[in-house]
């Protein structure tokens, strides 16, 4: 029982690692995964989003560094503060949704919707995108949409967060995917810090973390860093002379995918599957979902 349940961890960091970054939501394949591997409790998805975090974290310390020793230099400055304009925004908009109670329905269906739907906004984007000059500059316009994107995918399951970040950037004049994507990203690490961190503080507090198998979450939290790390070098390199069109499609196909397996009962709806879409919604798209809109 132990193996088994330290293969499920591991098999759950993996998808965790390939699909939080990627723009293809990790909602859905978790939702699919957790139909055989069970169901996992709040902490093992905090965790197991950190380990992807920290990745990114890695990958960028660089640049992050520079922001931060670099603060005297007009440039540094203001892309710093277009950060923490997005950041803030979504921060204030999240917390107002938690206040309103807005949440949506995890069900499988509406993830499944949202998958394909992202997939043809992915390529329309991306086609309008490339109608303007390749820009690598991030405007003040490119800063706010980006705040409110991130609330929106924490609003929609199955959106992926990383998705509506790097491509309503992309349509706000962000023409450059490799500019687009990186804005995102950071954006998304002080983001999805705040939601974890908040999340795991809530955890501790009511004692559940107490029962966790620290084993099988440790083995998870190493295995969603190490893939995330690859995925996400692979991804970087990947856009300088490729198109998001491969991810689009591919979205596209699991949300019908998800659709079929939804037709043949393989995968139960509200009511009669509550525990496993609640542990299978994705740490990715929906940083912000547990920690501002409970």
């Known amino acids: 029982m132990a193996d088994q349940s330290i293969i499920s961890a591991l098999v759950l960091g993996v998808i965790e690692g390939i699909t939080e970054f990627l723009p293809i939501s990790s909602t859905g394949h978790l939702i699919i995964a957790e139909q055989w591997l069970g169901h996992r409790s709040d902490t093992f998805n905090i965790v197991i989003q950190a380990g992807a975090i920290i990745a990114v974290t890695i990958i960028y310390w660089r640049r992050l560094l520079d922001l931060l020793l670099g603060w005297r230099e007009p440039a540094n400055r203001d892309y710093a503060a277009k950060l923490i304009v997005a950041f803030l925004i979504t921060a204030v908009l999240g917390l107002i949704v938690k206040k309103l109670g807005f949440a949506l329905p995890e069900d499988a269906a509406p993830i499944a919707w949202a998958l394909i739907i992202g997939g043809i ?174």
């Open 121 to 294: 906004w992915m390529i329309f984007a991306e086609w309008a995108a490339a109608r303007r000059p390749a820009s690598t500059q991030i405007t003040w316009l490119v800063a706010i949409l980006v705040g409110i994107a991130q609330v929106v995918a924490g609003v929609f399951p199955g959106t992926s967060r990383s998705g509506a970040t790097i491509f309503i950037a992309m349509l706000a004049g962000t023409g450059s995917r490799a500019a687009a994507t990186e804005f995102a990203f950071l954006v998304g690490i002080p983001t999805m810090y705040a939601a974890s961190g908040y999340e795991l503080l809530k955890t501790l507090k009511d004692g559940s973390a107490a029962h966790e198998d620290w084993t099988s979450l440790g083995v998870a939290f190493v295995v969603s860093t190490i893939v995330a790390f690859i995925a996400v070098k692979w991804l970087l390199t990947y856009i300088r002379s490729n198109r998001f069109t491969v991810f689009a499609i591919y979205r596209i196909i699991l949300g019908f995918l998800l659709l079929g397996l939804i037709a043949l009962g393989s995968v139960p709806q509200r009511g009669d599957q509550s525990a496993v879409v609640s542990s299978a919604v994705a740490p990715a798209e929906t940083a912000l979902r547990p920690a501002l809109l409970k």
